[in-house]
T-cell receptor
Framework: GAVVSQHPSWVICKSGTSVKIECRSLDFQATTMFWYRQFPKQSLMLMATSNEGSKATYEQGVEKDKFLINHASLTLSTLTVTSAHPEDSSFYIC??????????????FGPGTRLLVL | GENVGLHLPTLSVQEGDNSIINCAYSNSASDYFIWYKQESGKGPQFIIDIRSNMDKRQGQRVTVLLNKTVKHLSLQIAATQPGDSAVYFCAETGGYQKVTFGIGTKLQVIP
């Protein structure tokens, strides 16, 4: 099956620093990648939709200057949390989408990145 | 906006029993529904999906039922095992677009 990886799996940083999270589709090319954020005991909330070679589309309430997304290739998208603060501590999950014409899984999720800002 | 919601935040079942996890959705335009399993500290794992032109779909030990009349989705797990313990999310989408997740139900399997 299709595999999506994330790096790092967890990161601890000081307040004010920037953190970059990578999302890679390992064995397929992803037309679209999505970034989610999940707080403890809550659901996944979509942050942005990223298409290769174009600007990301951010959900309402998500600051694009705070969460920089780069989708430079069909297998890699990065999320940079700029000037991170403790309230940015969360579980960040990416997913990669491939085109499918049948009733089957079209989005594959990464394992997530745990961010803790001190 | 419209959301996908779940009735039960926590469900405890005895090992070997069947589990039923319910979900209500409000977006009548949704045409594709997915159930995900999420174990602690991991990303969501696809379980089963169903399109709006179907009312039932079966997989290995799992069955998804869709009732469009009342906008209700359910996941049935047969012979529940300890490894089934996780949080289950229903999700909906209008096609090859963003997936909207429901609140989630924690399934606890009692050995």
């Amino acid at each position: 099956g299709a595999v999506v990886s994330q790096h790092p799996s967890w990161v601890i940083c000081k307040s004010g620093t920037s953190v970059k999270i990578e999302c890679r589709s390992l064995d397929f090319q992803a037309t679209t990648m999505f970034w989610y954020r999940q707080f403890p005991k809550q659901s996944l909330m979509l942050m942005a939709t990223s298409n290769e070679g174009s600007k990301a589309t951010y959900e309402q309430g998500v600051e694009k200057d705070k969460f920089l997304i780069n989708h430079a290739s069909l297998t890699l998208s990065t999320l940079t949390v700029t000037s991170a603060h403790p309230e940015d501590s969360s579980f960040y999950i990416c997913s990669a989408e491939i085109f499918s014409t049948s009733v089957q899984e079209t989005q594959y999720f990464g394992p997530g990145t745990r961010l803790l800002v001190l | 906006g419209e959301n996908v919601g779940l009735h039960l935040p926590t469900l405890s079942v005895q090992e070997g029993d069947n589990s039923i996890i319910n979900c209500a959705y409000s977006n009548s335009a949704s045409d594709y529904f997915i159930w995900y399993k999420q174990e602690s500290g991991k990303g969501p794992q696809f379980i089963i999906d169903i399109r709006s032109n179907m009312d039932k779909r079966q997989g290995q030990r799992v069955t998804v039922l869709l009732n469009k009349t009342v906008k209700h989705l359910s996941l049935q797990i047969a012979a529940t095992q300890p490894g089934d313990s996780a949080v289950y999310f229903c999700a909906e989408t209008g096609g090859y677009q963003k997936v909207t997740f429901g609140i989630g139900t924690k399934l606890q399997v009692i050995p």
